[in-house]
Structure formats: C-alpha cells, structure tokens
C-alpha cells in the first residue's frame, strides 16, 4: 500500500525563516529517489538545492516558481511504497492507457532501489536543519480536504472525471492530499463567476462560496496584513491560483469612483460629460517597486541594524603603495601560483589585527561584554549578480599569500554562480572590503553586524607625491578604518589603521611579524 508523505521546506541554518522557490527540479508523476534534489531555493544567504528525504512518486508540488515560503510550509507530497491492487495514487496522472502508473517498482530485498517498500523507515544520508537521518517511521498526517466537510464537491469538467478506482483496501488512507495546483484548479474553475466587461480589462471576482484558490500561507499571511479579502481577488496563476503579486497589486490599486464614467469624447459626471485632457508626457514611466527580499533584504537589515547598534566612527590615510605594487611583481615573476593584490592586503590584516586584537571582536550586549576572538575569520565583499555578498575565508590567520589567493578564487567564483553556502557566507569577525575596483577613492565603510570593525581599500593610482624629500609620482591607496567605538578608542584604531599603511609603504615591516 503507497502512503503519502508530506515533505515541508526544512530550517536551512542560520536563523533563515523563510526562501523564494527559484525552479523546481521535479513534476507531479515523477518518481524521485531518496536525497535527490527537487527544488532549488533561494535564501538571504545563497542559492540552496533542497534534497527530499523519501522515495516515491511526487503526487503534489506547493508554491509556484518565484514565490516565497515560510520555513515548515509544505513543499511537495510523495506516494511511498507500492500501490495497492493497481489502484491509482492520488495526484499521479493516468498514463495512456488509462491506467494509474505505479509509485516505484518494489525492489528485491538488499537492493538499492530508490523507492524502497516502506521507505519513512529509510533513514536520509543528506543533512539539512530541520529533517535528517531519523530512521523512525514517519508520522501519517491528515490533509485538508479541498472543500469543507459537509459540503457538496464541485463538479469538475466532463473531460478531467477521473475513471473510477478500486475499492480500497480495508486500513488504508482514504484522505487524498489537495495538493496539486490541478485540484485546486478545479474548484477555482467551479466556483469562478464571470466577469463582464471589454477583453483583458481586471476587475475584482465576485465574492466565492467554496474554497479560495491560494496554496501559499505567506500570501494569506499578506492579504491579513493588508486588511483584503482573498475571496474578492482573481488570481493571476496557473488556472486562477491567487500569488504574492495579485495581493500587492490589489493592495495598491486606486479605487474605482462610480460616479465618473469615461466615453470617448470626454469624462461624464452626473449626465454632463466634460473633454478630457491629455496631460503631456514628461519622460517618465510608472514608478517601479523592488521587493526587499531575498539577498537585498538581508543586506538591508544588517545593514539597518549595524546603523541602530553600533557607534561607529571612520578614520583614513592616504599610503604610497608602490613598494607593496614593486613586491608583488617580484613574487609573480619569481614562477608559482600568482598573487592577488588583495591577498597580500589580507595578510597585512591579519598581521595588524595580532597586533590590535580589541578589533577582531564582537560586543555580546546582553552580558555586557566585549567578546575578542582568537582566530581571524576574514570576510570579504564580493559584487556578484545576486548583489552584495561577504564570503568568509576560514582561520585566515594561519594562511599564507598563496594559500590566501586561492581561497579568494575559489570563493568568489562559487558567490558568482550562486553556489555559497549559508556557512561560508556567516561567521565572519572582520572584513576587507576592496571598493578601488569599482573606480573610486574612498569610502567610510558600513561595519558588517556583529563584527567590530571594517577596512575599505580604495583604487590605487598614480599621484604627485613627496618621496625622499622630492616630488615624485607614485601609486597612492586611500585606506578607511570604521570601528566599532565601544570596542576601542580613536588611538587603538589609530594604531591599527597606521601599522596597515606602514606595511602598505614598507612591506618588508611584514617580515618582523612572519
């Protein structure tokens, strides 16, 4: 006998309480084995391919491409196990012959089938927060039926009755999941009122007696919010399912007056009818709205609460960086990996943060304490399609400049195809932050939450300079320091910012320190 097991999107670390469906990687029908992928999400961290914990048939998929789901929302349902009788499973097209296709076949004992018999009992090799490796059967659930219980089900269209099943066997779940964006579909096509009016025009349904079309709790939870009755709005989804976006859209809407009509020769109020006038174009469009969600979002808030929390103060110097410029063209040209400039500025960080360790901190305001940290876990602003992101290189302090390279690499090209983890984008205690790319001079830094403090490098470019008593062309960096001032005092930061510029103008300074 198939069961079918709801799989609810997991808690995928670090405080993430919710993720946007980016593409779903499986239909209804498809059978899946245990820890494939199904569903690729995106977080405030990173692009995250969600692995399903069973082996079966998929008989539903909840939430549409581009919507976004709360952590515990159901994500999809899988028949487990062997159908009964040759009975079909609810959710699973018939094939076409008419027949049910079955869930999996059953594999022989000691195989390694992807849809084993009584599979809940199959622990998953694949750890995500929130579901595991729990070998104990999983707990049989209830499924809200699609129409309240004493109601009369809508009567679907001629061509989608389904042939009639076998009896089902004595024990079995009779309870079908409501899943499918197609059994919603049905009750939104038998309780749709029409509409008149010209072709393509919206106007608001007439309020519905049976279930409304929304499978999303985030969209209710958004329609509560905004005071709109989802029974009111026409859904924009496929087969009339109400998104995220017809909630905005009615949300900010202007009300239609009844009292004006328009015809064409003018606008008619109270039987006289007045010429219209066309107000000239200006050049302008409509005004957009972005979303604050997703990888904007996050940075938004930390951002916002960097400002709300930390007492922060800047200071900066200009450096002649044309020793630091001279010895990484030695490294390069002495054969071996390359060296990236801004390795070496990592290494002189944590050079200087051994030096200044009241910066490599963070405050815990609720012991009231400074917590200073033993290892140096370096983060590092990364512009990527995406948007901002802060990869973290792990215990920095013990690498080299070569070491410190490829770790750069390998970091920045994992944050531009979208495949960071929530664990190399958290756990940071200070951050470089290499503005110079983007053309411009100086900065004064945002601290990145929780951290203590930030160094901006600016662009490096040639400057008419004093150098050994003469003027001289040389290349100049800005450096800027932004602290955390409840860490430390102006000459703590001081002393940090000008131990970094030293080993800017004298990268030999690094030596005493290796």
């Given at each position: 006998?198939?069961?079918?097991?709801?799989?609810?999107?997991?808690?995928?670390?670090?405080?993430?309480?919710e993720a946007e469906i980016v593409r779903w990687l499986v239909a209804v029908g498809d059978v899946v084995a245990i820890d494939q992928p199904v569903v690729e999400v995106e977080t405030a961290k990173a692009m995250v391919e969600v692995p399903c914990p069973y082996g079966g048939?998929?008989?539903?998929?909840?939430?549409?491409?581009?919507?976004?789901?709360?952590?515990?929302?159901?994500?999809?349902?899988?028949?487990?196990?062997?159908?009964?009788?040759?009975?079909?499973?609810?959710?699973?097209?018939?094939?076409?012959?008419?027949?049910?296709k079955p869930a999996a076949p059953a594999p022989e004992p000691g195989s390694?089938?992807?849809?084993?018999?009584?599979?809940?009992?199959e622990g998953s090799g694949n750890v995500l927060v929130g579901y595991g490796t729990s070998a104990a059967a999983a707990r049989r659930r209830r499924v809200r039926p699609a129409a309240p219980v004493g109601a009369a089900a809508p009567a679907p269209p001629a061509s989608a009755v389904p042939a009639p099943a076998a009896a089902p066997a004595p024990g079995a779940v009779t309870g079908a999941p409501v899943a499918s964006t197609a059994s919603a579909a049905e009750a939104v096509r038998a309780v749709s009122v029409p509409v008149d009016g010209p072709a393509g025009a919206s106007a608001p349904a007439a309020p519905l007696d049976g279930p409304v079309?929304?499978?999303?709790?985030?969209?209710?939870?958004?329609?509560?919010?905004?005071g709109l009755d989802l029974r009111q709005l026409r859904g924009s989804g496929p087969d009339g399912l109400i998104l995220r976006v017809d909630v905005e859209r009615a949300s900010t809407a202007p009300a239609p007056s009844p009292e004006l009509t328009h015809t064409a020769s003018g606008v008619t109020v109270s039987g006289h009818t007045a010429p219209t006038h066309t107000a000239p174009a200006s050049g302008q469009g409509a005004e957009e709205r972005v979303p604050l969600r997703g990888v904007r979002g996050a940075v938004a808030e930390k951002l916002s609460r960097s400002r709300r929390e930390i007492p922060d103060a800047t200071c900066w110097v200009d450096a002649d960086a044309t020793e630091l410029m001279a010895a990484r063209a030695a490294m390069n040209a002495a054969g071996g990996p390359k060296i990236s400039l801004l390795a070496l500025l990592a290494r002189i960080c944590t050079a200087a943060l051994a030096r200044y360790p009241e910066l490599n901190s963070r405050v815990d305001q609720e012991a009231r304490e400074i917590v200073r940290l033993p290892a140096v876990h370096l983060g590092f602003a990364a512009q990527t399609e995406r948007g901002l992101v802060v990869p973290v290189v792990?215990?920095?302090?013990?690498?080299?400049?070569?070491?410190?390279?490829?770790?750069?690499?390998?970091?920045?090209?994992?944050?531009?195809t979208g495949s960071l983890s929530p664990a190399q984008l958290t756990g940071g205690t200070f951050t470089l932050n290499n503005y110079g790319v983007f053309g411009v001079d100086g900065s004064t830094p945002i601290i990145n939450h929780p951290e203590a403090a930030m160094l901006g490098v600016g662009r490096i470019v040639p400057k008419p300079w004093v150098h050994q008593g003469e003027l001289a062309v040389r290349q100049v960096v800005q450096l800027s320091l932004t602290f955390d001032h409840r860490v430390c005092d102006g000459g703590t930061a001081g002393g940090f910012l000008r131990y970094v510029a030293d080993c800017v103008e004298h990268p030999a300074v690094l030596l005493r320190t290796l």
């Open positions: 006998m198939a069961r079918v097991l709801e799989f609810k999107l997991p808690d995928l670390g670090e405080g993430l309480t048939v998929v008989t539903a998929r909840y939430g549409e491409e581009g919507e976004e789901l709360p952590v515990g929302a159901p994500l999809l349902t899988v028949a487990v196990g062997a159908p009964d009788d040759g009975a079909p499973v609810a959710g699973v097209p018939a094939d076409a012959t008419g027949g049910s390694s089938g992807a849809a084993p018999v009584g599979g809940a009992e079309p929304v499978i999303s709790p985030l969209v209710r939870k958004l329609a509560r919010e905004r792990r215990d920095a302090h013990g690498r080299s400049a070569e070491s410190l390279t490829a770790e750069f690499a390998r970091l920045t090209e994992a944050a531009r």
